[in-house]
């Protein structure tokens, strides 16, 4: 039988589709109030992956990834999704949404998003939400999925998650997490 050990801490990552620039500055006072300083935040990014949110959010749609100093425990992934979906709600207008919330754990090995939907290759958590791998680190480089999304297969991507895997490792050794 194995030890049981507390889980290393991740980075929180937070995927931003945004349709409303000028709300931006005051979604990302809301997420560093409760997640605490975001320590990069890149984009904007031309949404141009897909039309799936287009009929909801309007366009043009706006991504950005913002990655947070605060290390966190990955088995709180399913509460930090449901505090995003209540996020997403409080900013919508008329109904719709204006900014889509996707967080996931950044580690040494991989990306994982949290998400409602289940698929066959997503694990449950708790309270409704699932886990995905959905960017798996390996050779010096992440790999995707078939069912990894389109923007996140992108070379551009997958080369700034590899920067976010730099920097999440040096602020794990700097908080000796």
């Known amino acids: 039988m194995g030890n049981i050990t507390e889980f290393e801490k991740t980075a929180l990552v937070m995927g931003i589709l945004s349709s409303c620039p000028e709300r931006f500055d005051s979604l990302c006072e809301r997420l560093q109030s409760r997640y605490g300083r975001i ?5 904007p990014f031309s949404f141009t992956f897909t039309h799936y949110y287009d009929e909801e959010m309007g366009i043009p749609i706006d991504r950005y990834f913002a990655m947070f100093e605060r290390l966190v425990d990955p088995a709180a992934l399913s509460d930090i999704k449901h505090e995003t979906n209540e996020l997403e709600a409080e900013f919508a207008r008329d ?3 204006i900014f889509n919330l996707d967080p996931g754990i950044l580690s040494a090995g991989n990306f994982i998003l949290a998400t409602t939907k289940n698929r066959s290759h997503r694990v449950p958590l708790q309270k409704g939400m699932y886990a995905e791998v959905t960017l798996l680190y390996m050779n010096k480089s992440f790999q995707s999925f ?6 996140y297969r992108s070379e551009q991507f997958k080369e700034l998650f590899k920067d976010l895997r730099r920097e999440y490792l040096e602020l794990l050794k700097r908080t000796g997490s």
């Open 39 to 43: 320590y990069r935040l890149e984009g």
């Open 95 to 97: 109904g719709k949404r």
């Open 146 to 151: 078939a069912w990894t999304y389109a923007d």
